[in-house]
């Protein structure tokens, strides 16, 4: 059974940094990402990578300033997220593909404010 524990959200100044964590048992998957959906708006995708190669994907909004990164050893996937802005407030969600199979998390919430 595939079990996605997130952690790392919280309230954070305008210019900080956040990193969120995506701890996945159960098994390997062939992509692994993170979304956001903040009140009102619909889920959006953040950034994703490939197991096979590494390759990695951005949202425009985040390019620059956000990382996906995996650490294989420990099945987790992390979100280094630097120059936060209001815009930024969401609920994140991790998800990981395998197969026809889609898995997601429970989300962490971050809040950017002043």
């Known amino acids: 059974q595939v079990q996605l524990v997130e952690s790392g959200g919280g309230l954070v100044q305008p210019g900080g940094s956040l990193r969120l964590s995506c701890a996945v048992s159960?098994?390997?998957?062939?992509?692994y990402a993170w979304y956001r959906q903040a009140p009102g708006k619909e889920r959006e995708l953040v950034a994703y990578?490939?197991?096979?190669?590494?390759?990695?994907q951005y949202a425009d909004s985040v390019k620059g300033r956000f990382t996906i990164s995996r650490d294989n050893a420990k099945n987790t996937i992390y979100l280094q997220m630097n120059s936060l802005k209001p815009e930024d407030t969401a609920v994140y969600y991790c998800?990981?593909?395998?197969?026809?199979?889609?898995?997601w998390g429970q989300g962490t919430q971050v809040t950017v404010s002043s």
């Open positions: 159960g098994f390997t998957f062939s992509s």
């Open positions: 998800r990981v593909v395998r197969g026809a199979t889609v898995s």
């Open positions: 990578i490939f197991s096979v190669g590494g390759t990695t």
